[in-house]
């Protein structure tokens, strides 16, 4: 995603659980830089712990709740 200031909102509704917590850095900057000033950026998470692939189905990351607000501050 190569965006910049494109969008005054964004809905992320659980699409960063299926990154590696190791992409996560880039993955939240280019959301925000997607962003315009004063944009609104939504997303969920499932809160759990550890990482895990779903047989048949995708790749989930799980975060704490303070786990993930950390990535933001």
Same mark, same amino acid.
């Given at each position: 995603m190569?965006?910049?200031?494109?969008?005054?909102?964004?809905?992320?509704?659980?699409?960063p659980?299926?990154?590696?917590?190791? /992409?996560?850095d880039?993955?939240?900057?280019?959301? =925000? *830089?997607?962003?315009?000033s004063?944009?609104?950026?939504y997303?969920?998470?499932q809160?759990?712990?550890?990482?895990?692939v779903? /047989?048949g189905?995708?790749?989930?990351?799980?975060? =704490? *709740?303070?786990?993930f607000?950390e990535?933001?501050?």
């Amino acid at each position: 995603m190569e965006f910049r200031e494109e969008f005054d909102r964004i809905w992320a509704c659980a699409s960063p659980l299926h990154a590696p917590h190791r /992409e996560m850095d880039n993955v939240m900057l280019r959301f =925000t *830089r997607a962003l315009r000033s004063g944009g609104v950026f939504y997303t969920s998470i499932q809160e759990s712990e550890g990482e895990r692939v779903v /047989e048949g189905s995708s790749f989930f990351r799980y975060y =704490t *709740r303070d786990s993930f607000e950390e990535m933001f501050s």
